[in-house]
């Protein structure tokens, strides 16, 4: 897949969060090499900077970003971050509202969040050496997520299922020589998408769309040809520096993108991992096997998707709703029971209002319903399970 040289490169990689305060940049020599090669450079920026906001109420963790993560970006190279992920809106509007003022001071790009519906659900026309190119990007349906309804004044993200979603690809397809989207969706930490995701990528390609590249599950998983087009299911993180410290490679990999007039889309894998907080091309012995992802999408797959969804309903969906319904919260541990119930006595109605906000997590999220359904749907038909579950 190598690229003419009059092509127009992008880099993109997957999630970025850069918590620590430091002077240091994210990326050693021979990362910023590549990405000061490329005409574009992109990433998803998972979270608003630190000190816009206020923690709002909601099941899981905050994510923040140091003041001068922005500033570090550009330094780097970085033209676009994408800003619809399930923590932008963790610190409210005034986290975003000042996220958004500081990319737009530093001169970079930002599609996926807004302050308004309008604003969230903006694409992005940008012509690069001659080529007119569009970018949208959305998110599955978590926290901040602007879905069905429109209230005024509201803030958030765009959610990778409204139609909205659809049309903006059609109305690029007619206007622009190339169209990316970058969706933020999937089941965390597995090699695979599961298969309703795999349709809704496709349906952005049947739409027009000529690259999908998606991230959130914090892991590489393989990408593949479709039709004209090209699906990459998760770059994984990028570099994943947060407050809990600095922990882990993050092995993985972004894309170099190339777009010539009138061609088909081709790309490059840059397989990277992390050391001491930074960002480096990968050698043999610590590079993603990119092909071995690539093999799990096909012989297998739906075998695996099974055992994903069955391991994901038994051990995270199946207790967390079994807490929310019954008043013991019982899940087939007494001790889980007992514990439950002692915090529910301290907390009372604290503990039903997020009881209740849980309890929309986990019917609300795409994934986690894809993923119930389909290990019902196993339980059901009897099918076997590679996992035993």
């Known amino acids: 897949m190598a690229a003419g040289a009059d092509a127009v490169r992008i880099f993109v990689c997957g999630d970025v969060v850069d918590s620590q305060e430091s002077d240091r940049v994210?990326?050693?020599?021979d990362v910023a090499g590549v990405?000061?090669?490329a005409d574009y450079a992109v990433c998803n920026f998972e979270g608003p900077l630190k000190g816009g906001g206020r923690p709002e109420e909601k099941p899981g963790c905050h994510m923040f970003q140091d003041k001068a993560s922005v500033s570090r970006l550009k330094?780097?190279?970085?033209?676009?971050?994408?800003?619809?992920?399930?923590?932008?809106?963790?610190?409210?509007?005034?986290?975003?509202?000042?996220?958004?003022?500081?990319?737009?001071?530093?001169?970079?790009?930002?599609?996926?969040?807004?302050?308004?519906?309008?604003?969230?659900?903006?694409?992005?026309?940008k012509t690069i050496g001659g080529l007119t190119i569009g970018f949208i990007n959305?998110?599955?349906?978590?926290?901040?997520?602007?879905?069905?309804?429109?209230?005024?004044g509201r803030a958030g993200y765009a959610w990778i299922n409204h139609s909205q979603i659809d049309k903006h690809i059609l109305e690029l397809r007619r206007v622009c020589d190339y169209v990316l989207v970058f969706p933020h969706a999937g089941l965390e930490n597995?090699?695979?998408?599961?298969?309703?995701?795999?349709?809704?990528y496709r349906h952005f390609c049947d739409l027009g769309a000529d690259c999908v590249i998606g991230s959130h599950p914090h892991v590489p998983q393989g990408y593949e040809q479709y039709g004209r087009s090209w699906i990459v299911y998760s770059l994984g993180n990028f570099c994943f520096n947060s407050m809990r410290g600095i922990t882990g490679e993050d092995r993985s990999y972004s894309v170099l993108v190339s777009l010539c007039k009138d061609k088909p889309i081709t790309f490059e894998?840059?397989?990277?991992?992390?050391?001491?907080?930074?960002?480096r091309l990968s050698g043999k012995d610590r590079a993603v096997d990119v092909g071995a992802l690539n093999e799990m999408l096909a012989a297998g797959y739906e075998d695996l998707v099974d055992d994903i969804s069955l391991t994901v309903y038994e051990k995270t969906l199946r207790p967390h709703l079994s807490r929310c319904v019954c008043p013991l919260g019982y899940n087939?541990?007494?001790?889980?029971?007992i514990k439950h119930l002692l915090m529910k006595g301290r907390q009372g109605k604290q503990t039903k209002r997020m009881a209740a906000m849980l309890m929309l997590h986990l019917v609300k999220n795409e994934s986690y319903r894809f993923a119930c359904e389909r290990a019902l749907e196993v339980v059901i038909e009897g099918r076997p399970s590679r996992s035993g579950s």
């Open 26 to 29: 994210l990326c050693c020599d």
């Open 35 to 37: 990405i000061a090669e």
């Open 75 to 125: 330094r780097q190279g970085f033209g676009l971050l994408l800003l619809a992920n399930n923590h932008m809106l963790d610190y409210g509007r005034a986290g975003l509202e000042a996220t958004i003022r500081e990319i737009a001071d530093q001169q970079l790009d930002a599609i996926g969040a807004g302050l308004s519906y309008e604003e969230a659900y903006q694409p992005l026309r």
């Open 138 to 152: 959305a998110c599955e349906a978590q926290f901040g997520v602007m879905d069905r309804v429109r209230p005024e």
């Open 190 to 200: 597995v090699p695979v998408p599961l298969a309703r995701w795999r349709e809704r």
């Open 269 to 279: 894998v840059v397989r990277h991992h992390k050391e001491e907080g930074r960002v």
């Open 332 to 337: 087939g541990s007494i001790k889980s029971t």
